[in-house]
């Protein structure tokens, strides 16, 4: 029989545009962690299920379903980098992540609301934009959804206006 793996899940959280998969690709790959990412998701469900571009309930919609495989997928990992612009006031999606259980660390995205706000833009005017996301600018109610972190387990917050340092964030990880 093999050890046993304590379950450690690392959440990657943070409003649209605040550097969420910049910074998660990497951080998965340097753990050794498969990453769950929510857009890839939604993105394969919308496909999938002939969805319908620029129909922002549907897209709402795409992006709830997609948090919840994810998670899905996630209890069936011992170790995971999870990464989604998780609502933090939302209590099925709190519920959904303590019920992961083990060691649960979130390393919270977060920049200035103007930069947010034109990263999400730049995106959205892309050419490799997929029409999964109806959203093309982000209001100021709808980043109100996302501020502060979703706080289960230890929070470490980075500013991802500047560089991030993948093996300094590795350490802040494993020492928490």
């Known amino acids: 029989m093999g050890p046993v793996l304590t379950r450690r899940v690392i959440l990657v959280s ?26 890839p998701i939604k993105e394969a469900l919308f496909d999938a299920l002939d969805g319908r571009p620029d129909d922002l309930v549907q897209s709402r919609k795409f992006s709830d379903a997609a948090i919840e495989v994810m998670l899905a997928l996630a209890a069936q990992c011992p170790q995971v980098v999870l990464e989604a612009n998780f609502h933090p006031h939302n209590a099925r999606e709190r519920e959904r992540i303590t019920n992961l259980g083990g060691k649960i660390v979130e390393v919270y ?30 209001s100021p109610e709808l980043l109100a959804e996302y501020v502060g972190p979703v706080g289960i387990g230890t ?8 560089p991030v340092s993948t093996e300094d964030l590795v350490r802040r990880i494993q020492t928490a």
Do not use: M
Not at 109 to 122: F, G, M, N, V
């Open 14 to 39: 943070g409003a649209p545009g605040a550097g969420k998969t910049s910074v998660a690709e990497p951080l998965a790959a340097a753990l050794g962690f498969p990453l769950l990412s929510k857009d």
């Open 109 to 138: 995205c977060t920049c200035p609301p103007e930069e947010l706000a034109r990263r999400y833009a730049d995106r959205a005017a892309s050419t490799r934009h997929h029409p999964a996301h109806a959203l093309k600018s982000l």
């Open 155 to 162: 929070v470490i917050t980075i500013d991802t206006t500047r």
